[in-house]
């Protein structure tokens, strides 16, 4: 299991200076903890700007620095090599890690202009046959599963989305292995199980939460609204054939501060799985 990556994110001196800040540092730095968790090889595609202008370039569009004749060729030369080492492998890579606004490595966005437009830069759009996602979404890998755990039928349930997600190469903290369950824990055991918890919500990337019920669980309500005010994606999951209006499958305020799936299965797309990611 491999990803083709764009050279920078494991060397970021080949990006040109000057452009590089410390949230780009600290994607590149989770893509790398992200495959190195999941065993997933990183195999660094060649930088065609690198190898035209060098390492020490001014930042520049498409139009601006590439747009000849000579730079097609090298591009040509760069993909047969990555066909090549591709069917060396004997099996494609799971995808593409690009660089948004790379005039040669974006995936969704590139300056072929002065204006930033929509698109895969000059290199990754020779393997539209090949998945691609941008760093930044690749990085966003921690996953918090706020559910109700009071039951051993709860239990068992969350222990099979974590292990659904992890499939899809998800990191997932899990709130029910965190501290005594019991009903007798102390004072001092709850203040320290709130301020694990709030420290997970603070450092995850994503909040799944399990909305079913009559009325969803007062815990997992509060942990999608404290992610939803930090600014984290949050994903609900609601398999309850009940709804609460015409309009609303649940109360209407964590509704609208979700993206809501209906069936555990279609969890891993609403996360962008890298195992069915878009081309």
Not at 139 to 146: F, Q, S
Not at 175 to 196: K, L, M, N, W, Y
Not at 223 to 231: P, S
Request: with cysteine; aromatic share 8%; glycine share 6%.
């Amino acid at each position: 299991m491999y990803v083709l990556v764009a050279p920078c994110i494991q060397n970021p001196a080949c990006r040109a200076r000057g452009i590089t800040t410390d949230e780009d540092i600290r994607c590149f730095n989770r893509v790398i903890e992200r495959c190195r968790r999941f065993s997933i090889e990183m195999v660094p595609l060649p930088c065609p700007e690198t190898i035209s202008l060098g390492a020490d370039r001014e930042p520049g569009s498409f139009l601006d620095r590439f747009a000849t004749d000579e730079f097609a060729a090298l591009l040509d030369r760069l993909e047969a090599e990555v066909r090549a080492v591709i069917r060396e492998r004997g099996e494609p890579p799971l995808a593409i890690v690009g660089v948004d606004s790379s005039p040669t490595c974006g995936v969704n966005a590139t300056y072929y202009s002065s204006e930033k437009q929509p698109g895969r830069g000059a290199f990754l759009a020779r393997f539209l046959d090949i998945p691609a996602i941008d760093v930044k979404e690749f990085a966003r890998y921690r996953v918090y599963l706020a559910a109700p755990l009071f039951s051993e039928a709860e239990v068992a349930y969350n222990l099979a989305l974590q292990e659904l997600l992890e499939a899809h190469l998800f990191d997932v903290y899990l709130p029910q292995e965190v501290g005594d369950t019991s009903h007798t824990r102390c004072r001092e055991e709850h203040q320290a199980i709130f301020a694990q918890h709030t420290a997970a919500l603070q450092d995850v990337d994503t909040v799944v939460a399990v909305i079913d019920g009559a009325d969803a669980d007062s815990g997992t309500s509060w942990e999608m609204g404290y992610a939803y005010a930090l600014g984290k994606r949050v994903v609900a999951l609601r398999t309850d054939f009940r709804i609460a209006g015409h309009h609303e499958l649940v109360n209407l305020m964590l509704e609208e501060s979700a993206a809501v799936v209906t069936a555990k299965e279609d969890l891993p797309r609403a996360l962008g799985s890298l195992l069915s990611a878009p081309s």
